[in-house]
């Protein structure tokens, strides 16, 4: 399956968006796009808050955008940053993926000089809490 997905599409959608972070404090853009299983691709950046805790990074944008637009399969995540290393999905990312895909779900993330690291969501978050605990 990973083989299928246009991931070069991905993180140029996710680049692109990129740019239109909010983020005054941090100076941290991040963009993100997410493959669905029909194909079409929504991308997201984070917003930054004065407050700090109302920042919403772009992971979670791109998936509630996903659910707004009725999509419900994500199959593949690209996250562009610029960093040195390629820097994964913060823990409420990870948490907000669980909810709406499965760990395989296939996680990467490439820095603007091309350095890139490849997960499963279940790498990245091994003992996730989900809708069976409940």
């Known amino acids: 399956m990973a ?3 246009p991931w070069e599409r991905l993180f140029e959608e ?4 990129r740019q239109r972070a909010h983020v005054p404090y941090s100076r941290f853009p991040v963009g993100a796009a997410v493959l669905y299983a029909d ?10 808050n004065a ?3 109302l920042t919403v990074c772009a992971e979670r944008n791109a998936f509630a955008a996903g659910v707004a637009q009725g999509q419900q399969k994500p199959v593949a995540v690209a996250v562009v940053v610029d960093t040195l290393e390629p820097c994964p999905p913060c823990g409420m990312c990870r948490q907000v993926m669980t909810e709406f895909a499965g760990l395989d779900l296939p996680v990467r993330s490439r820095t603007l000089n091309g350095s890139e690291a490849r997960y499963s969501l279940g790498e990245l978050l091994p003992h996730a809490f989900t809708r ?3």
């Not at 996710?14 to 968006?17: D, E, K």
């Not at 194909?39 to 930054?48: D, I, M, P, R």
């Open 51 to 53: 407050t700090y805790g």
């Open 14 to 17: 996710a680049l692109r968006v």
């Open 132 to 134: 069976a605990f409940l």
């Open 39 to 48: 194909g079409s691709v929504v991308t997201g950046c984070n917003v930054e």
């Open 3 to 5: 083989d299928e997905i």
